[in-house]
């Protein structure tokens, strides 16, 4: 079982960068898929982006590409979601996750990770 604790949210202009962080508790971390996923008020879960148990591969919504970054250091058991350029339609709670699943595609639908951090909020000001 891993644990991950978000941290790095807050508020912040639009137009203006943050970065999240996720730190995984356990020895596993290098064998887990990371993705980060956002909850606006009153509406689902969307998944953000997502990377491979190396960091070789990401994938990324389309509202988000171009804007956030998704990274990790095996070695600090964290993975980390640097966003730039932040709009008021990006405030929402972030919530790291990670998978154990093997496969050739990167996950990217919630019921696809195993382990979910308590989120932490970002809030973007017009």
């Known amino acids: 079982q891993v644990q991950l604790v978000e941290s790095g949210g807050g508020l912040v202009q639009a137009g203006g960068s943050l970065r999240l962080s996720c730190a995984a508790s356990g020895r596993t971390f290098s064998s887990l898929a990371m993705g980060w996923f956002r909850q606006a008020p009153g509406s689902e879960r969307e998944f953000v982006g997502a990377?491979?148990?190396?960091?070789?591969?990401?994938v990324y919504a389309r509202s988000v590409k171009g804007r956030f970054t998704i990274s990790r250091d095996n070695a600090k058991n964290t993975v980390y979601l640097q966003m730039n350029s932040l709009k008021p339609e990006d405030t929402a709670v972030y919530y790291c996750a990670a998978s154990w699943r093997v496969g050739v595609n990167l996950p990217t639908s919630s019921y696809e990770y195993d382990e979910w951090g308590q989120g932490t909020q970002v809030t973007v000001s017009s």
């Open positions: 990377m491979s148990r190396s960091g070789g591969s990401t």
